[in-house]
């Protein structure tokens, strides 16, 4: 099968063997998937993986021992988990003690022709949700993630930093609970989504911290996102790090201390919430889509996705 994979380098592999059983007892064409910052930062040395990237994908189900997955369009939970630990047990079982994570650690992703996962990581698509709309399911999860983690009741300072594909998720999802959200970035064509949204944007060139915002959420993938975070969240706000990246820097962690700042790293989301959101129509994805580029030229693809201001970029199989 052809490939994307990382060792070092990128290299497109058009003779990749087939996942072996060992991967998930489903196999699944894939049909599309959507290049995210993760992948980018994992080419810089992010998680130290070697081996097929991605983790966000729509595919058909060829083989399964869940006969009613058989033929059906897919998207697939990124962990593969034990399912046995303490975590597991616990409910956490996206923090499995033995987990995998597909495309970033111990299982090979989803820019190939073929994927072997778990049958129980497979959610079957609704009609309405086309392969475009699906390959944002998993970073869409992500981003409701963030209301399962803060209140945000009586909150009226709320700012998204970064206005990349996962700002402008989180944004739109903070905005169906009615949160008074604003999205400071630095690329005016991604800001004019959010008036077409109407969700208050604005340059950061135009930004002077004040320290008086309730709630900051970091989703710059850059450590200077955190940096400007701290100068921006007031004494007993909160802050939560959505961005992961390879680079690492000091940082004065000091006024988490002396201003009391609540400090909340966040994840993976529940794909239903997702799911749902996008059948219904209370997402917008499509105006997020840069390009549509086939799996023969995911080199290019890659270094699109690269640029500073391109959203979502995503890889065909056909």
Same mark, same amino acid.
């Given at each position: 099968?052809?490939?994307?994979?990382?060792?070092?380098?990128?290299?497109?592999?058009?003779?990749?063997?087939?996942?072996?059983?060992?991967?998930?007892?489903?196999?699944?064409?894939?049909?599309?998937?959507?290049?995210?910052?993760?992948?980018?930062?994992?080419?810089?040395?992010?998680?130290?993986?070697?081996?097929? *990237?991605?983790?966000?994908?729509?595919? /058909? !189900? &060829?083989?399964?021992?869940?006969?009613? +997955? %058989?033929?059906?369009? @897919?998207?697939?939970?990124?962990?593969?988990?034990?399912?046995?630990?303490?975590?597991?047990?616990?409910?956490?079982?996206?923090?499995?003690?033995?987990?995998?994570?597909?495309?970033?650690?111990?299982?090979?992703?989803?820019?190939?022709?073929?994927?072997?996962?778990?049958?129980?990581?497979?959610?079957?698509?609704?009609?309405?949700?086309?392969?475009?709309?699906?390959?944002?399911?998993?970073?869409l999860a992500a981003a409701f993630q963030?209301?399962?983690?803060?209140? *945000?009741?009586?909150?009226?300072?709320? /700012? !998204? &930093?970064?206005?990349?594909?996962?700002? +402008? %998720?989180?944004?739109? @999802?903070?905005?169906?609970?009615?949160?008074?959200?604003?999205?400071?970035?630095?690329?005016?064509?991604?800001?004019?989504?959010?008036?077409?949204?109407?969700?208050?944007?604005?340059?950061?060139?135009?930004?002077?911290?004040?320290?008086?915002?309730?709630?900051?959420?970091?989703?710059?993938?850059?450590?200077?996102?955190?940096?400007?975070?701290?100068?921006?969240?007031?004494?007993?706000?909160?802050?939560?790090?959505?961005?992961?990246?390879?680079?690492?820097?000091? *940082?004065?962690?000091?006024?988490?201390?002396?201003?009391?700042?609540?400090?909340?790293?966040?994840?993976?989301?529940?794909f239903k919430e997702a799911i749902i959101?996008?059948?219904?129509?209370?997402?917008?994805v499509v105006s997020l889509i840069h390009?549509?580029?086939?799996?023969?030229?995911?080199?290019?693809?890659?270094?699109?996705?690269?640029?500073?201001?391109?959203?979502?970029?995503?890889?065909?199989?056909?």
């Amino acid at each position: 099968m052809r490939a994307l994979t990382f060792n070092q380098s990128l290299a497109l592999d058009s003779r990749r063997p087939d996942p072996p059983l060992s991967d998930g007892d489903t196999l699944i064409r894939v049909r599309h998937a959507g290049i995210c910052s993760t992948d980018l930062e994992i080419t810089k040395g992010y998680m130290a993986f070697c081996g097929v *990237l991605g983790h966000e994908f729509t595919g /058909t !189900v &060829l083989e399964s021992p869940n006969k009613n +997955l %058989l033929k059906q369009r @897919v998207v697939g939970e990124i962990n593969i988990v034990c399912g046995r630990c303490d975590l597991c047990v616990a409910g956490l079982s996206s923090h499995c003690r033995k987990r995998a994570t597909i495309g970033i650690h111990n299982h090979d992703g989803c820019f190939a022709d073929l994927l072997r996962l778990p049958a129980v990581n497979l959610h079957i698509l609704p009609d309405s949700i086309d392969d475009d709309q699906a390959t944002f399911i998993e970073p869409l999860a992500a981003a409701f993630q963030v209301l399962k983690q803060i209140k *945000l009741d009586g909150r009226r300072w709320v /700012t !998204v &930093l970064g206005d990349g594909r996962l700002g +402008l %998720l989180v944004a739109q @999802v903070l905005q169906t609970a009615n949160c008074p959200v604003r999205v400071i970035g630095k690329h005016l064509q991604n800001l004019a989504l959010c008036e077409k949204w109407s969700i208050r944007s604005r340059p950061l060139a135009d930004i002077v911290p004040r320290h008086d915002q309730d709630v900051v959420v970091d989703c710059t993938g850059s450590p200077a996102g955190f940096e400007l975070a701290l100068q921006m969240v007031r004494p007993r706000g909160t802050i939560v790090l959505k961005s992961t990246c390879a680079a690492g820097k000091p *940082l004065n962690l000091a006024p988490l201390v002396i201003d009391e700042i609540t400090l909340i790293g966040s994840r993976c989301g529940q794909f239903k919430e997702a799911i749902i959101a996008l059948a219904h129509k209370q997402i917008d994805v499509v105006s997020l889509i840069h390009r549509r580029i086939k799996l023969d030229q995911a080199l290019e693809a890659m270094q699109m996705a690269a640029r500073p201001g391109v959203l979502k970029v995503i890889l065909t199989m056909e």
